[in-house]
């Protein structure tokens, strides 16, 4: 079973930044795509941002211009940095592996809480 790790979550207040971190444990299959979705209390979990070997990104509508996506394919790690961030970002941050052309993640992380609070 693929592990996938994620840190940098915390307490944040509104406007602020913050960055999450996920790695992987060994080799990982190619081609590949790595991401981030979300989950915030009552409701449904929701893709943030993903990311292909060769650096072709997605956002969601609601994060763009705000989050940033980016790996590091030598380490199998992936980022999100988060800036301006907004109270509706609270949520639980989960990383996903997924394989090239498939329609869901084969792997995921076992979650980071973002809060954001005044």
């Known amino acids: 079973q693929k592990q996938l790790v994620e840190s940098g979550g915390g307490l944040v207040q509104p406007g602020g930044s913050l960055t999450l971190s996920c790695a992987t444990s060994?080799?990982?299959?190619?081609?590949?795509?790595m991401g981030w979705y979300r989950q915030a209390p009552g409701k449904q979990r929701e893709l943030v941002a993903t990311?292909?070997?060769?650096?072709?990104?997605n956002y969601a509508d609601s994060v763009k211009g705000r989050f940033t996506v980016s790996r590091d394919n030598g380490k199998n790690t992936v980022y999100l940095q988060m800036s301006s961030l907004k109270l509706e970002d609270t949520a639980v941050y989960y990383c996903i592996l997924q394989r090239y052309g498939s329609s869901s993640p084969a792997y995921w992380g076992q979650g980071t809480q973002v809060t954001v609070s005044s």
């Open positions: 990311i292909t070997r060769g650096g072709n990104t």
């Open positions: 060994g080799s990982i299959f190619t081609p590949n795509i």
